[in-house]
């Protein structure tokens, strides 16, 4: 009888557990649910400063170049050295009127955080941005950069700043996060303190990707 007991008492903690994990995954399905696939050939606008730009090496280099080659999508680079979120806010209705993207990838705020600009200001461009993107239409994934720490630099364990999770679930956008933050994070990957070198686009293309994949917008072969 006790052995019974024990028995019918696992199968009970068993079920409790399964039920668990299936919230779990049903809470994460609506968190981040399937977006819409964007076809080979469509035009993906890339809104970023000198980590888009490709600064530490050559322009074929970029990300934003590699990026196009392995999803056959038409990138539009407007990464800008030294931009901040209210200039690619200022950009953005001129972009969003020339190239009439299906897709924006926003990669700003480094060089807010590195100037010591107010998060709360970051926070409300960023916003303003995905505002002005969704009024058009247009698909939006924000892609997150990593907190300025030369000591979490120089020990290689970067971690994303916050201020993008909020935006995201406050905008409801998807969020891409730590592929910045884990390149780097490897000196080998690095051309400087915050740019990465050849090799190191080549790992936030392919991690990008992945992402994308991830998010339903790169469509399975």
């Known amino acids: 009888m006790a052995f019974l007991l024990a028995v019918m008492s696992g199968i009970e903690h068993m079920k409790k557990l399964v039920l668990v994990i299936f919230l779990v995954l049903l809470a994460c399905a609506e968190k981040h649910p399937p977006q819409p696939a964007i076809a080979q050939g469509a035009t993906v606008l890339i809104l970023g400063d000198s980590l888009s730009y490709g600064t530490g090496a050559k322009p074929e280099e970029a990300y934003p170049e590699l990026l196009e080659k392995a999803t056959g999508w038409h990138i539009v680079n407007a990464g800008i050295p030294g931009d901040t979120t209210s200039g690619g ?11 009439q993207p299906k897709l924006l990838l926003i990669e700003l705020g480094g060089n807010d955080l590195l100037r010591q600009v107010p998060t709360k200001q970051v926070e409300e461009n960023l916003k303003s941005i995905i505002a002005q993107a969704k009024t058009q239409g247009v698909q939006i994934a924000l892609v997150a950069i990593p907190e300025i720490s ?11 700043h916050p201020l993008y999770a909020r935006v995201a679930e406050e905008t409801k956008v998807p969020l891409i996060t730590d592929i910045f933050s884990d390149v780097l994070s490897r000196h080998d990957l690095k051309a400087d303190q915050i740019h990465p070198n050849a090799q190191g686009y080549v790992e936030v293309a392919k991690t990008m990707q992945e992402a ?10």
């Open 150 to 160: 030369p000591l979490m630099a120089a020990v290689g364990n970067l971690s994303d």
């Open 89 to 99: 806010l200022q950009r953005l209705p001129n972009l969003l009127e020339e190239h």
């Open 212 to 221: 994308l994949k991830a998010l339903g917008f790169v469509q399975a072969p």
